[in-house]
């Protein structure tokens, strides 16, 4: 399976993790037009995968900062199958 390589998506998540460790907030930005993010940044070279990382410091006094959602429990939506072997 391609999700389980090493690549960007394990590069991705170090960096983020790294920005917690320092304190700094980030947040992955995945999905974006490669097209428009290779022609404004000046990009020549060919890309197949892209994603951005927005990094910097949490405005915790923004009211969206505030923001806490109820989230369902983990039996709602998590299961356990008997008898498969990876």
Known sequence: ???????LSTAAAIVMLACTAFGVASCPRIGMLSGTVKRVSGITFPVKRLIGIAIGYE??????SQLNQERPPLSDFLFKYEGIEA
């Open 59 to 64: 405005d915790t006094s923004n009211p969206a």
């Open 1 to 7: 399976m391609d999700a389980l390589k090493p690549g």
